[in-house]
């Protein structure tokens, strides 16, 4: 069963700040890759938004076209004692592809930093509890849409 929702917005992603949005679901489908983002910020440009404010939505569907997964890389990170030491150093780690949908899953619940587009890439910053992943992938555009706008003090 498909549901049309109610807006929608085709390779206008510079209006809306996914800064803080929560990951409800990744995944690949024919072609398209899929994310279902909570807490995303839809701003005052974005040719849906009739409000003069910034607003918000849940449950927003990000869907880029003709995609490609390029690369999904877990970053390094180091770890200090309280004296300012170092104790440990994790190098940036390339998850097999084999491992794409299993991350996808183990990435839901977690915060976006930031979505930027490049050309035809995609680079998708995530932040987890006590590190971050930078996913790229290749695509020919993007769609976003949504069933509602919410108030920023509204709770999600």
């Given amino acids: 069963m498909v549901i049309d929702m109610k807006y929608k917005t085709t390779d206008e992603m510079e209006h809306f700040d996914f800064h ?27 040719s849906c938004n009739r409000d003069i404010r910034t607003m918000r939505t849940n449950q927003l569907e990000f869907r880029i076209r003709d995609a490609g997964i390029e690369s999904l890389t877990e970053e390094g990170y180091q770890v200090y004692d309280a004296d300012g030491r170092l104790i440990r150093r994790e190098e940036d780690r390339q998850v097999n592809a084999e491992l794409f949908s299993e991350t996808f ?3 839901c619940g977690c915060n976006i930093y930031a979505i930027e587009k490049k050309d035809n890439q995609y680079e998708i910053f995530i932040d987890t509890e006590d590190h971050t992943y930078l996913l790229r992938v290749k695509g020919s555009g993007d769609t976003q849409e949504w069933e509602r706008f919410m108030s920023l003090t509204e709770e999600y």
């Avoid at 024919?30 to 909570?38: A, H, K, S, T, Y």
Wanted: aromatic share 4%; net charge negative.
């Fill in 20 to 46: 803080e949005a929560v990951i409800s679901d990744l995944r690949t489908c024919n072609g398209l890759f899929i994310m279902i983002l909570d807490n995303v910020k839809i701003l005052p440009e974005n």
């Fill in 105 to 107: 899953g183990e990435l």
